[in-house]
């Protein structure tokens, strides 16, 4: 008999995927009662059930390298678990190189996954061929192969979680549609459904390919679009190797993998096809869609000789089925900043099997602690904007994601379309001087400028991607010196900007702060919003405009989690709102030795040290408009950040560039402000800091003021977990380290060897062009007893694509140490 249709339930998730069933799984293994998973037609009818089924664990970033990891160890031991076979396996898996650049990103990769703790190794072509007999070598520079990849079967992956969630008292129900998300209050309630309503405390969107317009249904932003996926499986082929590691040629936009005694060939072309323009048919469960020989053939074509196999084995199955991808080629995860309790987990752009253990287990813990259980920034849904559900957008850059998976993975790399969304007022005017445009949370921001000598002898303002030095590493050099020597300007509307205002706004801020923002008006504040361990979930500047009104400026990509922080957590009872300002106001950053020079003569009022302190901003007259001014600086430099009202901001910045015409002002980009800034180790949100970096190990203790008075809504948060630091010390300091060899480059994720002994990794990188070599931070490990003279006494080296460079360490920043130049000059 089959169980009753609930009427309520702690959780409902909507999708029957394997995400879906991953997340029920896990949730109903954490000892949540009243688990509920609800599918429009059958477990994995969406895309599960047709997934190849590859199942890596090295990925991007750390924390997605140990989310893969779990997943792997998970599907090996589900069949003991639940009696489903999974026909999960490890056969290993070999990637080769067809150029020297991709072998430079395969070496890099390696030396990434060691300190990731992921067993891998460089092999020669002859080596990869005696691993892979059908492999052609022609053209093969090198490989590297990874013992412990694997693969498995998609949809028993999905039906053993399904089988495993029900075991621990979770209900599935299949064939059952939900029609509407309830809500109130700002929170979601329940859901409807084709057999009733469902109230529920929380609601989890799995809903694969649909999960954009189930996210519309509740008023939350879930940008995906599905995009058509091609693979082939060839007939028998006798004698095939049962244990064929995975093979991936990412130059040819191919994966091969056996299958039941066939090869499959899978491919991420360049060009995709978007699919379901005009929404997903009603009845679709386990559909293809129409098969496109033509759109395929390249790929087939090079795969005849890569495995000559293929040239006498016919094909078995053309397939082509739908997968979701998103904007960025990362999935999203966690709850949405819109509807309080309403999760999301969807868009895994063709890697959801080898991800879905991990994110379900993640999610599981995000939702029990109403916390992510460590940094999930790469996947956290809040780094989406709004506008990218639009779905000309969309359609548009799903053309290009499906591909970048296997193309070359460069640094700086920018996507090509759906680009030219959001345009400060400056645009025009830097796009006529040369700027060459990259793209972040939509925004086009220059970040290098072609000059006049190159363009009038026929260069292009863009990118020739390289992991040496790329074609504007000198035209940065010029602009990275300007800064040094005399002075640049940078356009940095794309700044978050947000207001929080009202009679409680300082007791509010003095809560979520770690500084002390209980300041004059005209002060500025650098701090960090912390989390209850201490950790770093916003590093941000507060100026107070009035007694009442706050002014907060933090990067593009996390205006949206630092709103959705800040909402959380103004208390119902506070007389405070927090208002995301952005638009309203256009800036420019003037920064270097001469910026006084340069900008006093355009106002009236007296920019000198004395009148103008360090820290502080004021409103002055500029030309024949009026801005406010900020004097900070995130290039180490004596500056000002001029935020100028929309209207006004052309005028503003004619005037700025007429007046710095003859005192050598020079127009800087976004790579530049990067290259000054680890110069001076000035911290980098989402790279060198995160949620689960404790502000002490980041060295930033300075603006975590334990000392300052507990306001109406309490202590700061994480003033507790400072405090128990201290008392028991550091398990890891951010170090900033100089190779003593000017040639390497460094980016992130290079191993740092301590003695010796690999120690941590750079969180970022860049080269320092002032100091003469690149430059990078990095946690090292300690012990909590050692001194910092000790840390900085041991000898280190950075791995850069498998080679060793000695390195130079501090604890202070390289350039500037005292910071006289920012304060004094």
Not at 263 to 270: I, K, Q, S, T
Request: net charge negative; with cysteine.
């Amino acid at each position: 008999m089959s169980a009753p249709f609930p009427t309520e339930a702690r959780a409902v998730i909507i999708g029957g995927g394997v995400v879906g069933c991953s997340v029920a799984y896990h949730l109903a293994k954490q000892g949540w009662q009243d688990v509920v998973l609800l599918e429009r037609k059958q477990l994995t009818c969406g895309t599960t059930w047709h997934a190849a089924g590859l199942i890596a664990q090295l990925r991007a970033t750390h924390n997605m390298t140990r989310l893969a990891k779990y997943s792997q160890e998970l599907y090996g031991s589900l069949e003991a678990e639940t009696g489903v076979a999974t026909g999960f396996k490890r056969c290993g898996s070999i990637t080769v190189a067809l150029t020297d650049e991709r072998m430079e990103e395969l070496r890099r990769g390696a030396s990434m996954a060691r300190v990731f703790g992921v067993e891998i190794e460089e092999i020669s072509p002859d080596e990869a061929r005696q691993r892979h007999p059908m492999l052609n070598t022609d053209g093969v520079v090198g490989a590297v192969y990874l013992p412990k990849d694997g693969q498995g079967d998609p949809a028993n992956i999905a039906l053993a979680l399904a089988k495993g969630a029900r075991l621990n008292g979770a209900k599935v129900f299949e064939n059952t549609k939900v029609t509407e998300v309830l809500r109130a209050n700002g929170r979601v309630t329940g859901v409807s459904t084709d057999k009733g309503d469902i109230a529920a405390d929380y609601v989890v969107n799995c809903a694969g390919m649909w999960a954009c317009e189930l996210g519309r249904m509740a008023g939350v932003n879930v940008p995906l679009h599905a995009c058509e996926h091609f693979y082939i499986v060839t007939e028998s082929i006798p004698d095939l190797p049962r244990d064929l590691p995975v093979l991936r040629v990412p130059d040819e936009c191919a994966y091969y993998k056996e299958d039941a005694g066939k090869l499959l060939l899978g491919a991420f072309e360049p060009n995709a096809k978007p699919w379901g323009m005009d929404g997903i048919p009603e009845d679709f469960c386990f559909d293809q869609l129409p098969e496109d020989f033509d759109h395929f053939a390249p790929v087939l074509e090079a795969a005849v000789a890569r495995i000559p196999a293929f040239e006498t084995t016919g094909i078995h199955t053309f397939f082509n089925g739908p997968e979701s991808f998103t904007p960025d080629d990362r999935y999203l995860l966690g709850e949405a900043p819109e509807l309080k309790n309403f999760y999301v987990a969807a868009g895994f752009n063709s890697v959801g099997i080898q991800s879905a253990g991990g994110a379900g287990q993640a999610l599981a813990e995000w939702m029990e602690a109403g916390e992510p259980p460590y940094d999930l920034w790469d996947v956290d849904i809040r780094r989406m904007q709004p506008f990218q559900s639009n779905r000309t957008y969309l359609y548009q850059r799903s053309t290009e994601t499906l591909g970048l998976l296997y193309a070359d993975h460069f640094p700086y790399r920018q996507f090509e379309t759906a680009r030219g969304v959001r345009t400060s007022p400056f645009h025009d005017r830097l796009a006529s001087a040369g700027a060459c445009f990259g793209e972040v949370a939509g925004w086009e921001r220059p970040n290098w400028f072609l000059p006049d000598t190159a363009r009038k002898a026929g260069e292009m303002a863009e990118y020739r991607y390289s992991w040496k030095r790329q074609n504007w590493f000198d035209f940065a050099r010029d602009e990275h010196l300007a800064v040094r020597t005399g002075c640049g300007v940078f356009d940095m509307t794309s700044f978050g900007k947000i207001k929080v205002l009202g009679a409680d706004a300082e007791s509010v801020l003095q809560r979520i702060c770690g500084n002390d923002v209980a300041v004059p008006a005209g002060k500025i504040v650098y701090t960090q919003f912390l989390n209850g361990a201490g950790g770093i979930e916003a590093d941000v500047t507060v100026t107070r405009l009035s007694e009442t009104e706050y002014f907060i400026v933090t990067p593009a990509a996390t205006l949206v989690r630092d709103l959705a922080w800040l909402n959380k957590h103004i208390p119902d009872e506070a007389r405070c709102v927090a208002v995301d300002v952005t638009a309203s106001e256009a800036v420019l950053c003037v920064m270097g030795p001469n910026a006084r020079r340069i900008l006093q003569p355009l106002t009236p009022q007296s920019l000198a040290n004395d009148d103008f302190p360090f820290g502080t901003a004021q409103t002055i007259e500029f030309g024949m408009g009026c801005v406010r001014a900020h004097r900070v600086t995130y290039v180490g430099e004596l500056g000002w950040e001029l935020y100028v009202p929309t209207d006004m901001a052309l005028h503003v910045y004619d005037a700025l560039m007429e007046a710095g015409d003859e005192k050598g002002l020079k127009l800087c980009g976004l790579h530049v402000l990067d290259s000054c800034r680890i110069e001076k180790a000035f911290r980098h949100y989402g790279h060198d800091i995160s949620s689960e970096d404790q502000v002490l190990e980041a060295g930033l203790g300075f603006a975590a003021k334990v000392d300052k008075p507990a306001g109406r809504f309490g202590d700061f948060i994480g003033r507790d977990a400072i405090l128990r630091k201290k008392q028991v010390g550091l398990t890891k300091r951010l170090l900033q380290f100089q190779l003593q060899d000017s040639e390497p480059l460094v980016y992130h994720n290079e191993p740092i060897l301590r003695d010796g002994r690999i120690s941590g990794y750079l969180t970022s990188g860049n080269y320092g062009h002032f100091l003469g070599s690149a430059i990078g931070l990095g946690y090292v490990a300690c012990d909590p007893d050692e001194k910092p003279a000790d840390v900085l006494g041991s000898t280190y080296e950075i791995e850069v694509a498998g080679q060793r460079f000695a390195a130079t360490a501090s604890l202070k920043p390289l350039y500037d140490p005292k910071a006289e130049r920012v304060r004094t000059a």
